[in-house]
């Protein structure tokens, strides 16, 4: 398969600071770049998305900047709470998604 | 349904076994796929049906691993001849084909299997 591969595997980040997740991507023909979120015992669910005609996208506190010529993209959370605590999946793909190994994220309180 | 349903919820089987995995998409969504989440892995594809289009079988493992959808409604996820390496979390996601690039998948709970 296609492989996008995600970094770091796990990180820790203060109550209130930034988290970033970084990803990248082998195929060119991916059109559409999502990023999950998923809790323990959950399935994954759908956080942002962005296409590579656009650089950056943002919705509240999570921004996705996109690198098309060097085929790279991550994932910034702002302001970064306990909530926040969860895994996350960069992904690329057109009729199909492929997913990365995914980042284990924990903030402290 | 309001969202993707899948059953069981968990299955113990013993190794050799056959076990089928069910999901019900959300009504009128086109696209069903299916992804093995081994513990602490990444999402793994399967297989994705879209319409009356013939699956995209290209993620499965082995010949032991099949799946069916009848139309745009249930898919079955079978797996024959169960292996230890066969424990995982299945999960299956469903979309509207033309907004798969504004909303994305629905994921269910997945179903969590454990081959002993």
């Known amino acids: 398969q296609q492989q996008v591969k995600q970094s770091p595997q796990s990180l820790i980040v203060q109550k209130g600071g930034i988290s970033i997740i970084n990803c990248a991507y082998e195929?060119?023909?991916?059109?559409?770049f999502p990023w999950y979120q998923q809790f323990p015992g959950k399935g994954p669910a759908l956080l942002i998305a962005i296409r590579p005609d656009v650089s950056e996208k943002k919705e509240g506190r999570f921004t996705i900047s996109f690198n098309k010529s060097a085929k790279q993209f991550s994932l910034h959370i702002m302001d970064s709470q306990p909530g926040d605590s969860a895994t996350y999946f960069c992904a690329g793909g057109d009729d199909k998604i492929i997913f990365g190994k995914g980042t284990r994220l924990h903030i402290l309180p | 349904g309001a969202g993707v349903s899948q059953s069981p919820s968990n299955k113990v089987t013993e190794k050799g076994k056959d076990v089928e995995l069910r999901c019900d998409p959300i009504?009128?969504?086109?696209?069903l796929y299916w992804y093995r989440q081994r513990l602490g892995q990444g999402l793994e594809f399967l297989i994705y049906f879209q319409g009356n289009s013939a699956p995209d079988k290209s993620g499965l493992p082995s010949d032991r691993f099949s799946a069916e959808r009848t139309g745009e409604s249930v898919s079955t996820l079978t797996i024959q001849r169960t292996q230890q390496e066969d424990s995982a979390v299945y999960l299956c996601?469903?979309?509207?084909?033309?907004?798969?690039?504004?909303?994305?998948?629905?994921f269910g709970s997945g179903t969590r299997l454990t081959v002993v």
């Open positions: 195929n060119t023909a991916f059109d559409y």
């Open positions: 009504s009128g969504h086109t696209a």
């Open positions: 996601a469903s979309s509207l084909e033309w907004a798969l690039a504004n909303y994305g998948y629905t």
